[in-house]
Nanobody
Framework: EVQLVESGGGLVKAGGSLRLSCATS????????IAWFRQAPGKEREAVSC????????YYKDSVKGRFTISSDDAKNTVYLQMNSLKPEDTAVYYC????????????????WGQGTQVTVSS
């Protein structure tokens, strides 16, 4: 059974940091690209970042470049999203998703999704 389990969300003040984790199981980790998406209330789900063994890390939003860092621990089949200098506009539910082979900013191709973790940044 394929599982993606996010953790690490919470409430933080602006300027603070959080590290999200996406623990995966049930598939060959190295074969998949793992992405982070987020969805704020009333807004569409948007791609934030993605990492794959073939392409390395990608960042899809200019607003997170320099503040967010995606990484993976192959031994733990886990992908992390380190979020620093958080802003109220980063408030959203953050989801991780897995796509066979490559990263893409479109949510549709992703095969598997986690349940999401809430990130709330207060001003």
């Amino acid at each position: 059974e394929v599982q993606l389990v996010e953790s690490g969300g919470g409430l933080v003040k602006a300027g603070g940091s959080l590290r999200l984790s996406c623990a995966t199981s049930g598939f060959i980790f190295d074969d998949y690209a793992i992405a982070w998406f987020r969805q704020a209330p009333g807004k569409e789900r948007e791609a934030v970042s993605c990492i794959s063994s073939s392409d390395g890390p990608k960042y899809y939003k200019d607003s997170v470049k320099g503040r967010f860092t995606i990484s993976s621990d192959d031994a733990k089949n886990t992908v992390y999203l380190q979020m620093n200098s958080l802003k109220p506009e980063d408030t959203a539910v953050y989801y991780c998703a897995a796509d066979l082979l490559y990263c893409t900013a479109s949510w549709d191709p992703y095969d598997y999704w986690g349940q999401g973790t809430q990130v709330t940044v207060s001003s």
